[in-house]
């Protein structure tokens, strides 16, 4: 027996659309479907021109960020026979939309560029000498908080579920401050200003602690968790 | 009338962003910052591409009890003697250097012993265990940390925009750069560089199950073909063993990482026995991959496999805890789509994975054609008829590195040269031809078309007939992707954009098909239902196609024959 499941999809085409508007579509939902599938279902049988952004559909590139029934998820990794008969899907917010299901991430990257997130070593540059790795404690307690933070793929779920972000458009985010926190722990990381760079009212003082960022999290990282590691950091180091 | 293009003007013109294609930008920018780097991706830069689905880890011979030298025996022993010894040469000599650089530089994080030194765990085919990690999702990381070092220099970064056609020289002595097309505004780009580099993928996506993210598919290897390459070993594509059977879900065929097996995950049959008894008694599990997957192949088809057409893979007498604690990226996965990697068995099948056959390099990733530099997937000859896992991600990093140096040499001997304004308008005409068919054939059902008939009769174990067939197939499908249709706004448009991928894809399925069929033995990943024999007297060379001609090309034995024990 075939399962059908109907799709309401938010769309707008930023040159065509005075307004988005939802569209409704119905397809046969095949044994572990994700909603992905389910998309790429309505555009190869159904409809051409529905735009969505993907690329490894296994849940590693964050290319398939989406709100689905309300909540921010990857499409890939979220299956169809956990969801209802009918699923809503939406772009994520507080960024602009390209079409559709597709959003613009420029914002979302130049806020994460603004905390430096490179790693700093000893000789930066390849045109330099390579020098040894140093040896690194796998249980030191600070290795261990980083190790978690940096599993995340920059997909923007976080960034489209947390409302400082909504009501504050300078405020960093939770994914470039959880990276700033990353590099901060890195015992082997040599900028000494990161702090800096989160420490002024776009920074780690804005979060008001609400935690949507680690809820929807398809990685598991806990944003939050290092904000306000950064936050007590930074209290350390100043006294 | 086809629509204007505006131009753009670089040094240094890279096409891809995986692990190739960053190392190359990061490598010349440091050794010349005053260059003009262009990186272009089809998807988001840092997301596209391959490198980041890395599960299992870098070979690196690190460990003082191993050496560069035994890491080469097993890579040219792996790729039975078929690979370019000297680009093998080259990734086992530079593999351990460029770990330190993602180590120190870039600070990738990999997971340490007890006394803090890297880790490096079991991988199959290798006399040590030399393979660098973290976790079992160790592409993400070295993506990410790679993709933050582009924010630390002044490199242009172009998101979502894909190359359609290599752009000759007007004198026709090389390339002048690459037509680009904005996915996101339809809009285009004539690209002019002193140098361009490729790194965009291989073609496995060409099968039914397939690995790599969905929009690879080959680009590289077409544009290089059309624009007169010499591409190589066209015919050896690895397939893994343990793709994930996820029903008709995409995730189908998206691996489950080697180091299950390395670990002593056991394959089984539908009937529970450990099959790899039958076709590699000593090596068992961890045999090479292409004598592993041909293994579950052949099961599969002598009526042995599961209810979904597979084989298991069983790691539960591993301990659930250590399967959770060693493996939490697959664990996952599997918990997804119902299965219980910790305790139960999950399907699998084998998945086409990575294209050993490639463009003609040397070992400064130089090709024939001036102005053009190939790394990475897209390049043919290092890992000869099968690739070593763990060796994939070495050769992206080590070879886009290279790359990066050789552009940072040559592009201030090179002039900036004039383009085949023809060539660009071709290039247009081709790409814009379905945007204006009210009516025509779906991209999307010649794309499972070619999926479907590279799997049945280009496969795993192919034959003559076979791949007769599937060639006059592809030529078929040739013909109907001309007449493709896709809806007429050029903004954003998937369909237009998988017209412009199948095309691709038929492209490189033909190349493949077409060297498979030449070669009448059984090698590495190429395995002939109707010449089941491995023959060294007839067979050690290489099988190169350019220009619609097909020849052979004697491997030269650098460093390594078959019949020597250790390395020269």
């Known amino acids: ?239 | 009338m086809s629509p204007g293009y505006d131009e753009l003007t670089c040094d240094f013109l890279i096409i891809g962003s995986g692990g190739a294609g960053l190392m190359a930008a990061l490598h010349a920018y440091d050794l010349n910052p005053r260059l003009n780097i262009v990186v272009v991706a089809k998807g988001l830069v840092g997301k596209s591409g391959c490198t980041r689905l890395v599960q299992g880890g870098f070979n690196a011979a690190l460990d003082p009890k191993d050496s560069v030298e035994k890491h080469f025996l097993d890579t040219v022993k792996g790729g039975a003697f078929l690979n370019n010894q000297d680009l093998a040469w080259a990734l086992v000599s530079d593999a351990p250097e460029i770990i330190r650089k993602l180590e120190t530089k870039v600070g990738v994080f990999f997971d340490r012993r007890p006394d803090g030194t890297i880790h490096q765990k079991a991988f199959a085919g290798q006399s040590f265990d030399r393979t660098v990690h973290r976790g079992d999702l160790t592409g993400i990381e070295i993506v990410s940390r790679l993709h933050d070092q582009l924010f630390a220099r002044k490199i242009t970064l172009i998101d979502e925009t894909r190359a359609l056609d290599l752009i000759p020289t007007k004198d026709g002595s090389g390339i002048a750069g690459a037509l680009l097309l904005h996915q996101r505004t339809g809009a285009f780009t004539l690209a002019r560089a002193r140098t361009t580099l490729l790194a965009t993928g291989g073609g496995p996506r060409m099968y039914k199950f397939s690995a790599p993210s969905i929009e690879k598919v080959g680009d590289g290897y077409a544009m290089a073909y059309r624009a007169g390459c010499d591409l190589v070993d066209m015919e050896m594509m690895q397939f893994h063993p343990t793709g994930i059977l996820a029903g008709a879900s995409r995730l189908s065929g998206m691996v489950l990482e080697e180091g299950l097996r390395g670990a002593g995950a056991y394959l089984l049959n539908a009937h529970g026995e450990r099959f790899m008894q039958r076709y590699d008694p000593e090596r068992m599990e961890r045999a090479t991959r292409d004598v592993v997957s041909r293994s579950a192949y052949i099961e599969i088809m002598e009526g042995r496999g599961t209810p979904a057409g597979g084989v298991y893979i069983d790691a539960s007498h591993l301990g659930a805890d250590f399967v959770a604690k060693t493996f939490p990226g697959m664990v996952r996965r599997c918990a997804e789509v119902g299965y219980d990697l910790t305790r139960r068995p999950v399907e699998v099948t084998p998945t086409a994975h990575f294209h050993m056959g490639g463009v003609a390099i040397d070992d400064r990733c130089r090709t024939a054609m001036p102005g053009l530099l190939v790394a990475g997937e897209d390049s043919g000859g290092v890992h000869g008829a099968n690739r070593l896992g763990g060796n994939g991600v070495a050769e992206s990093c080590v070879f886009g590195a290279r790359a990066g140096v050789t552009a940072a040499q040559i592009c201030s001997e090179l002039d900036m040269h004039a383009v085949d304004a023809s060539a660009v308008n071709t290039a247009l005409d081709a790409a814009l031809a379905p945007l204006t068919r009210p009516e025509g054939e779906n991209p999307f059902a010649i794309r499972d078309r070619v999926q479907a008939v590279m799997w049945e009769d280009a496969g795993l174990v192919r034959s003559g007939p076979q791949l007769a067939r599937a060639r006059a197939t592809l030529d078929e499908l040739s013909d109907r992707a001309l007449h493709c249709a896709a809806p007429n706004e050029r903004r954003w448009n998937l369909a237009w954009q998988q017209v412009l991928d199948v095309r691709n894809l038929i492209t490189v399925a033909s190349l493949t098909a077409r060297a498979a069929e030449h070669r009448t033995e059984t090698r590495g990943s190429h395995a002939r239902s109707d010449f089941a024999k491995r023959d060294d007297g007839r067979w050690l060379v290489n099988i190169h196609l350019q220009n619609d001609r097909i020849f052979e090309v004697p491997v030269v034995m650098t460093r390594l024959k078959p019949d020597a024990a250790v390395p020269a």
Request: proline share 8%; with cysteine.
């Open chain 1, 1 to 239: 027996m075939s399962v059908h499941k109907t799709f309401r999809i938010r769309r707008f085409d930023p040159s065509n659309d005075a307004h988005p508007y939802w569209a409704t579509y119905t397809i046969e939902a095949k044994p572990k479907f994700s909603v992905l599938d389910g998309l790429f279902a309505i555009l190869e049988n159904q409809d051409g021109t529905l735009g969505f952004r993907y690329s490894c559909r296994a849940g590693m590139c964050g290319s398939c960020a989406m709100r689905i029934d309300g909540r921010e998820g990857l499409a890939c990794r979220i299956r169809l026979e956990n969801l209802g008969a009918t699923i809503s899907v939406e772009p994520l917010r507080s960024l602009p939309i390209v079409k559709d299901l597709t959003t613009d991430m420029t914002p979302f990257f130049d806020k994460y560029r603004k905390i430096d997130p490179f790693f700093v070593g000893d000789s930066p540059s390849f045109a330099e000498q390579t020098p040894e790795p140093l040896r690194v404690d796998p249980t030191q307690p600070l290795r261990q908080s980083a190790n978690r933070a940096i599993d995340c793929i920059s997909c923007g779920a976080c960034y489209s579920a947390c409302p400082t972000v909504a009501s504050n458009p300078a405020y960093l985010g939770p994914a470039a401050l959880n990276r700033a926190f990353a590099l901060a722990a890195d015992e082997r990381d040599r900028e000494a200003d990161r702090f800096a760079l989160i420490s002024g009212p776009e920074g780690a003082y804005s979060c008001r602690s609400i935690g949507n960022c680690v809820s929807v999290c398809p990685a598991g990282v806990a944003p939050l968790a290092a904000i306000q590691l950064l936050r007590r950091g930074k209290s350390a180091s100043a006294t």
